[in-house]
């Protein structure tokens, strides 16, 4: 099982910014991609950022200029960077562990870890 819990969320001004945390706890040895995501009332879940096990990033046209996510593999932390924070910006902000496991003669499965999420709220 793998535990994830972030921080860092809070209310900021438009323009400013946030870092938020993501620390996993657990067995992370079938983990090989972890994703940020966000979701304002009314809204669906909207996938930010992805980092792969290998530094590989991507990112959703809405935030690629202005969101950074990263990893520091020492802590089994990701972190989102947020800048330029926009009123639109505004929703809960989810970590999720994405695998694979391949296990002898059963057939393999994917598996996918949420946190509960930290509020951002950008003022105008």
């Known amino acids: 099982q793998v535990q994830l819990v972030e921080s860092g969320g809070g209310l900021v001004q438009a323009g400013g910014s946030l870092r938020l945390s993501c620390a996993a706890f657990?067995?992370?040895?079938?983990?090989?991609?972890w994703g940020w995501y966000r979701q304002a009332p009314g809204n669906r879940r909207e996938l930010l950022a992805t980092?792969?096990?290998?530094?590989?990033?991507d990112y959703t046209d809405s935030v690629k200029s202005r969101f950074t996510i990263s990893r520091d593999n020492a802590k089994n932390t990701v972190y989102l960077q947020m800048n330029g924070l926009k009123p639109e910006d505004t929703a809960v902000y989810s970590c999720?562990?994405?695998?694979?496991?391949?296990?002898?003669?059963?057939?393999?499965?994917?598996?996918?870890?949420w946190g509960r999420g930290t509020q951002v709220t950008v003022s105008s």
């Open positions: 657990g067995n992370l040895f079938n983990i090989n991609v």
């Open positions: 999720n562990a994405h695998g694979r496991v391949v296990a002898g003669v059963q057939a393999p499965y994917d598996i996918d870890y």
């Open positions: 980092i792969t096990g290998g530094g590989s990033t």
